[in-house]
C-alpha cells in the first residue's frame, strides 16, 4: 500500500513532497560504538549507535532492520548549520556500567553548546527512547533551533517507503510505513513543525542546508527512499525527549510511541537498568581482564543483546551491515543473520559465564532448525529460513560439541538431545573428511580446522552414544574419528612449503579435494585453490602449499593434538613471518595470505574484492593457544582489549596499514563491528586463564589422542570406502570399511573373483550401514567387492577394486 486509511489526522501542509523516489538507497557505517536493547523479552527493538548517532534500529526481530539512521541538525538560522555526526565531538559512555543504558555528550567545536543525549529502550515495549539535554552560551541558545531527521528504511530496505505528518492530540508527528510494518517519530513536547521528503531532493537535510531555515512542510512522501524531519518546539529546546516507535500498522505505532512518552524518561531509565541487572555477569573473571573488567561485563551483555525474542535462542553473528555506506537494498543479509557457527561460540562463550540456561535455548533452536538429514544451512535468518546454501562441515560438528557441553554440566534439562546428535553425527560419517567450505566460508578440501571439529564432534557424539545405550554406535563414531584423526598430517601438510626460508613441513590452510573426490575442481590433478575474493587483473589461483592460515590452533583448542607438538610450532614460525601484523595495540594477525576479504588497497570499501585485514579474534586465538603452550598472555589479553573502540565493540577487522582515508592503523575497517563471535572469544579466554586450562579443550578428545604417542592414536587400523570418496589402496593389515547410508550386502574376492565372501553390513542408526572387510598382513594385491541394496532390491551394477599394499 502506498497510502493510508482516512480516519487518521493527516496534516496536508505544502501537498506532497516533489523529487520522487529520492537517491538510491544506502546502509550506513557498520563501525557500532555499541548495540543496545531492554532486557526483557517483550521490548522487541534493538538500536546500534555509530558516530554519535542512532544507526539502525531492528524490529520485530534482530536480523530486520528498519531505519538507516536518525540525528540532529543544528542552526541558529542566520550563521551555521550542523549535522550532528559531522559537525559535533562526540564522548560515548555507559549511563550504568552493568547495562546497554547510553549517553552521548556531542560538543560544538567551537564551544558555543553541547548535547547530552541518553539513549535506551523501552523496558517493554519497541520503542527506542532519546532523552536529549542542550547546554552552552546563554547568548546563543535561544536563537538554537533543533531538528530530528529520521531516514526510514522500514522492511529492511530503503526504496519503497511512505511517510506523511500526524496531528495526535494536538501535536505533530512523523508516521512511515511500507507493507505492514510502521513507525513513528515523536517528541514529549511535540514538533513545532514537521515534512516529509525524498532522500537528495526535498528531505529535510537539503532544505535546511540551502538556507538555514526549514521552509518545506511537506504533508507526505510516498513510495521512494524518503526522510522524515521534525522541528523541536523552541520553547522545550533546553531538555525534551525523542522517542522511535514501531507496530503492525500505523495504529500500533502511534499508539505504543505516543503511549512510551506518557510515561517519565526516569522511570524508563531505572526499570532499563534494573532489568540489565538481573543479567548476572560472572564478576570472578575480572580479576584476569587488563581494564578491571569493563570489556568483560561489555562484552557478557552485547552477546546478550544479539539473541532474538520472539524466536528464543536464535543468537545473530551481529548488529551490522558491513561496509553499509555502500550497500544497498539488494544486500539483504548484512551480518543480521544466524551463522551456526558464530551461534555456538557465543553459546559456548555464555556458558562459560555459567548461563547454562541461555545455553540451552541455543541448543534448542538449532534443534529446531536441523535439517531432516541432520546437517544446518551455512546461514539462514531467525525463522529458519537459509540463506546461503554452503555445507560446512564444522557448522555440523559445532552444535555437537554444544550438547556434550551441557550434558556434561547437567544442563540439559528436560531435552532429549541424543537424536538431535545422532543425526549430526551422521551427517558429518556420510560426508566427511572433505568440506564444501571451510571456516571462511570460501573453499572446499581437506582444511585443519574444520577436520579438528569434525574429529571432536564425532569424539563427543560418541560419549553420548555410549551412555545412551548405543555401543555399537558410539565404537563406530569413536573409529571413524580415529581414521580421520590417523590422515591429518597425509591430507593438510606440505613437505616442501614456500612461505619460509627455513621451514619446508607445516599445515596448510586447506588441501583440495584430489580427482574423484567431493567438490574436485576440473584440474583436481594441480592441487590449486582458487580464491574469490581478488581485485579485477591480480593472480587468483595458487597452490596449496602457498597458503596458510591458522585454522590448525583449533587442534590444539580441542585437544587433538599437543601445543609442543613440532609440526605445530613449525607451523605457527610461518604464520607469523607471512600473517602477523604488528600495530600500537599489539600483534594482529590476518586469515590467510591472499585474502581479498577486507577494504581495498587505496581504503575504499570492500564491493566483491579487497584486501583482506587483520582480525582481532585471531589474537584471541593466539593468545588461547599460548595458554595452551604454558605461557603468560597477560600482554595478549591487553592487546585484544586495546582493539575494542570507545563503547568496547570488536571489530571484525582493523586497518593494518599506515594510515590512510580516514582509516587509522590499529583501528576498525569496515567490516563488522561488533563480531559478536569476538566477544564470545574474549569472555572464553577469561574464563580459560581464570581455569588455568583451554576452556573449548575436550578432555575425551585430549585423552584420546594429544596426550598419546602417534602410533597408539588408531589401534584398529580401519581404512574407510565412500562411493562418494573411493580410495584406491590399503595397506596390508588393515581392515577395508564399507560406510553407505542404508543397509547393503557387500560380495567381495581377495583372489580375483576365484572365490568370493558375502556379508551383510551392520546399521548403526543415523550414521547409515557398514561392512568390515579384513586384510592380511603379509600378502599383497587387490580387494574386489560389489554392492547389493535390499531395500530397492538392485545390486550396484559395477565393481570395485581396492590395492592392497606391503609397507616399505
Known amino acids: 500500500m502506498t497510502d493510508l486509511a482516512p480516519q487518521y489526522h493527516w496534516l496536508d501542509q505544502q501537498g506532497p513532497a516533489f523529487g520522487a523516489p529520492g537517491l538510491e538507497a544506502r546502509w550506513t557505517s557498520s563501525a557500532k560504538s555499541t548495540v543496545g536493547t531492554a532486557y526483557a523479552a517483550s521490548s522487541r527493538a534493538w538500536f546500534t549507535i555509530s558516530h554519535g548517532i542512532l544507526n539502525e534500529i531492528y524490529y520485530p526481530t534482530i536480523d530486520k532492520p528498519q531505519i538507516r539512521d536518525m540525528e540532529l541538525l543544528i542552526t541558529d538560522g542566520e550563521t551555521f548549520f550542523h549535522e550532528e555526526k559531522r559537525d559535533l565531538d562526540h564522548v560515548f559512555s555507559y549511563i550504568d556500567s552493568d547495562s546497554l543504558a547510553v549517553r552521548i555528550v556531542s560538543s560544538d567545536r567551537e564551544g558555543r553548546y553541547k548535547l547530552t543525549k541518553e539513549i535506551i529502550?523501552?523496558?517493554?515495549?519497541?520503542?527506542?527512547?532519546?532523552?536529549?539535554?542542550?547546554?552552552?552560551?546563554?547568548?546563543?541558545?535561544?536563537?538554537?533551533?533543533?531538528?530530528?531527521?529520521?531516514?526510514?528504511?522500514?522492511?529492511?530496505?530503503?526504496?519503497?517507503?511512505?511517510?506523511?505528518?500526524?496531528?495526535?492530540?494536538?501535536?505533530?508527528?512523523?508516521?512511515?510505513?511500507?507493507?505492514?510494518?510502521?513507525?513513528?517519530?515523536?517528541?514529549?513536547?511535540?514538533?513545532?513543525?514537521?515534512?516529509?521528503?525524498?532522500?537528495?531532493?526535498?528531505?529535510?537535510?537539503?532544505?535546511?542546508?540551502?538556507?538555514?531555515?526549514?521552509?518545506?512542510?511537506?504533508?507526505?512522501?510516498?513510495?521512494?527512499?524518503?526522510?522524515?524531519?521534525?522541528?523541536?518546539?523552541?520553547?522545550?529546546?533546553?531538555?525534551?525527549?525523542?522517542?522511535?516507535?514501531?507496530?503492525?500498522?500505523?495504529?500500533?505505532?502511534?499508539?505504543?510511541?505516543?503511549?512510551?512518552?506518557?510515561?517519565?524518561?526516569?522511570?524508563?531509565?531505572?526499570?532499563?537498568?534494573?532489568?540489565?541487572?538481573?543479567?548476572?555477569?560472572?564478576?570472578?573473571?575480572?580479576?584476569?581482564?587488563?581494564?578491571?573488567?569493563?570489556?568483560?561485563?561489555?562484552?557478557?551483555?552485547?552477546?546478550?543483546?544479539?539473541?532474538?525474542?520472539?524466536?528464543?535462542?536464535?543468537?545473530?553473528?551481529?548488529?551490522s551491515i558491513p561496509w553499509g555506506y555502500s550497500k544497498g537494498d539488494d544486500d539483504l543479509g548484512g551480518y543480521h543473520l544466524v551463522w551456526t557457527r558464530d551461534m555456538v561460540q557465543s553459546a559456548t562463550a555464555l556458558l562459560a559465564c555459567g548461563r547454562v540456561d541461555t545455553a540451552r535455548r541455543a541448543l534448542v533452536y538449532l534443534a529446531c532448525t536441523q535439517k531432516p538429514d541432520g546437517s544446518f544451512a551455512q546461514n539462514f535468518w531467525i525463522d529458519g529460513t537459509p540463506y546461503w546454501s554452503g555445507i560446512q562441515l564444522d557448522?555440523?560438528?559445532?552444535?555437537?560439541?554444544?550438547?556434550?557441553?551441557?550434558?556434561?554440566?547437567?544442563?540439559?534439562?528436560?531435552?532429549?538431545?541424543?537424536?538431535?546428535?545422532?543425526?549430526?553425527?551422521?551427517?558429518?560419517?556420510?560426508?566427511?573428511?572433505?568440506?564444501?567450505?571451510?571456516?571462511?566460508?570460501?573453499?572446499?578440501?581437506?582444511?585443519?580446522?574444520?577436520?579438528?571439529?569434525?574429529?571432536?564432534?564425532?569424539?563427543?557424539?560418541?560419549?553420548?552414544?555410549?551412555?545412551?545405550?548405543?555401543?555399537?554406535?558410539?565404537?563406530?563414531?569413536?573409529?571413524?574419528?580415529d581414521w580421520i584423526e590417523s590422515h591429518l598430517e597425509e591430507w593438510t601438510v606440505t613437505d616442501d612449503g614456500l612461505l619460509h626460508p627455513d621451514v619446508k613441513r607445516h599445515y596448510m590452510r586447506i588441501r583440495p579435494p584430489q580427482c574423484g573426490e567431493p567438490y574436485a575442481r576440473p584440474d583436481c590433478d594441480r592441487q590449486m585453490v582458487g580464491l574469490n575474493n581478488r581485485e579485477p587483473g591480480e593472480r587468483y589461483e595458487f597452490e596449496a602449499r602457498e597458503l596458510i592460515d591458522a585454522?590448525?590452533?583449533?587442534?590444539?583448542?580441542?585437544?587433538?593434538?599437543?601445543?609442543?607438538?613440532?609440526?605445530?610450532?613449525?607451523?605457527?614460525?610461518?604464520?607469523?613471518?607471512?600473517?602477523?601484523?604488528?600495530?600500537?595495540?599489539?600483534?594482529?594477525?590476518?586469515?590467510?595470505?591472499?585474502?581479498?576479504?577486507?577494504?581495498?588497497?587505496?581504503?575504499?570499501?570492500?564491493?566483491?574484492?579487497?584486501?583482506?585485514?587483520?582480525?582481532?579474534?585471531?589474537?584471541?586465538?593466539?593468545?588461547?593457544?599460548?595458554?595452551?603452550?604454558?605461557?603468560?598472555?597477560?600482554?595478549?589479553?591487553?592487546?585484544?582489549?586495546?582493539?575494542?573502540?570507545?563503547?568496547?565493540?570488536?571489530?571484525?577487522?582493523?586497518?593494518?596499514?599506515?594510515?590512510?582515508?580516514?582509516?587509522?592503523?590499529?583501528?576498525?575497517?569496515?567490516?563488522?563491528?561488533?563480531?559478536?563471535?569476538?566477544?564470545?572469544?574474549?569472555?572464553?579466554?577469561?574464563?580459560?586463564?581464570?581455569d588455568g586450562r583451554v576452556f573449548d579443550r575436550i578432555a575425551a578428545v585430549e585423552d584420546r589422542y594429544a596426550k598419546k604417542a602417534k602410533r597408539e592414536r588408531n589401534p584398529a587400523k580401519v581404512e574407510i570406502y565412500k562411493l562418494r570418496r573411493p580410495i584406491s589402496h590399503i595397506p596390508a593389515g588393515h581392515t577395508l570399511r564399507i560406510v553407505a547410508a542404508h543397509h547393503f550386502r557387500v560380495v567381495w574376492s581377495a583372489d580375483n573373483w576365484s572365490t568370493s565372501t558375502a556379508a551383510e553390513s551392520t546399521t548403526v542408526g543415523w550414521a547409515g550401514s557398514f561392512a568390515d572387510l579384513p586384510t592380511s598382513g603379509e600378502h599383497a594385491g587387490q580387494l574386489s567387492f560389489t554392492l547389493f541394496w535390499p531395500e530397492e532390491n538392485r545390486w550396484e551394477g559395477r565393481n570395485f577394486e581396492v590395492q592392497v599394499q606391503l609397507a616399505g
Open 121 to 319: 529502550s523501552d523496558p517493554h515495549y519497541p520503542v527506542v527512547l532519546i532523552r536529549v539535554r542542550m547546554e552552552g552560551d546563554d547568548q546563543i541558545l535561544p536563537r538554537l533551533k533543533l531538528y530530528a531527521l529520521l531516514s526510514p528504511h522500514i522492511d529492511g530496505g530503503g526504496a519503497g517507503n511512505s511517510a506523511r505528518v500526524a496531528d495526535v492530540a494536538g501535536k505533530h508527528v512523523l508516521v512511515a510505513w511500507k507493507k505492514h510494518t510502521a513507525l513513528t517519530l515523536a517528541a514529549d513536547c511535540g514538533f513545532r513543525r514537521a515534512s516529509c521528503g525524498y532522500v537528495g531532493t526535498s528531505d529535510g537535510w537539503q532544505d535546511l542546508r540551502h538556507d538555514l531555515t526549514m521552509d518545506w512542510e511537506f504533508g507526505s512522501a510516498l513510495d521512494g527512499n524518503v526522510a522524515v524531519m521534525g522541528q523541536i518546539d523552541p520553547n522545550h529546546t533546553r531538555e525534551f525527549t525523542l522517542a522511535i516507535g514501531f507496530g503492525e500498522g500505523p495504529h500500533a505505532a502511534l499508539s505504543t510511541t505516543m503511549g512510551a512518552l506518557s510515561t517519565p524518561f526516569d522511570k524508563h531509565l531505572t526499570r532499563f537498568i534494573e532489568q540489565w541487572h538481573r543479567a548476572e555477569s560472572p564478576r570472578e573473571l575480572a580479576i584476569n581482564a587488563a581494564d578491571g573488567g569493563r570489556l568483560m561485563q561489555i562484552s557478557h551483555n552485547v552477546i546478550l543483546a544479539h539473541e532474538d525474542k520472539t524466536y528464543a535462542g536464535a543468537f545473530i553473528a551481529s548488529a
Open 395 to 481: 557448522e555440523v560438528a559445532f552444535p555437537i560439541m554444544l550438547a556434550w557441553r551441557l550434558w556434561k554440566l547437567d544442563g540439559l534439562g528436560k531435552f532429549d538431545v541424543f537424536p538431535f546428535v545422532e543425526r549430526a553425527a551422521g551427517f558429518l560419517v556420510r560426508y566427511a573428511p572433505v568440506t564444501q567450505q571451510e571456516r571462511w566460508e570460501e573453499n572446499s578440501g581437506y582444511s585443519p580446522s574444520t577436520l579438528a571439529a569434525v574429529i571432536a564432534g564425532l569424539i563427543c557424539a560418541a560419549e553420548l552414544a555410549h551412555a545412551h545405550g548405543s555401543p555399537e554406535l558410539g565404537k563406530f563414531l569413536e573409529q571413524h574419528a
Open 551 to 690: 585454522g590448525f590452533l583449533e587442534l590444539v583448542r580441542y585437544g587433538v593434538r599437543a601445543a609442543d607438538d613440532p609440526l605445530i610450532v613449525d607451523s605457527l614460525k610461518v604464520v607469523d613471518h607471512i600473517l602477523k601484523i604488528n600495530t600500537p595495540q599489539g600483534p594482529c594477525w590476518r586469515r590467510y595470505n591472499h585474502d581479498g576479504y577486507g577494504q581495498q588497497k587505496n581504503g575504499g570499501p570492500y564491493n566483491g574484492y579487497g584486501q583482506g585485514r587483520a582480525w582481532p579474534l585471531l589474537t584471541g586465538e593466539r593468545a588461547h593457544y599460548e595458554l595452551a603452550a604454558g605461557k603468560d598472555i597477560s600482554s595478549l589479553i591487553k592487546t585484544y582489549e586495546n582493539f575494542a573502540s570507545e563503547g568496547g565493540m570488536f571489530p571484525e577487522q582493523i586497518w593494518d596499514e599506515p594510515d590512510k582515508a580516514g582509516l587509522v592503523l590499529g583501528g576498525p575497517a569496515g567490516s563488522a563491528m561488533p563480531l559478536v563471535w569476538a566477544h564470545a572469544e574474549y569472555l572464553k579466554l577469561l574464563r580459560s586463564v581464570y
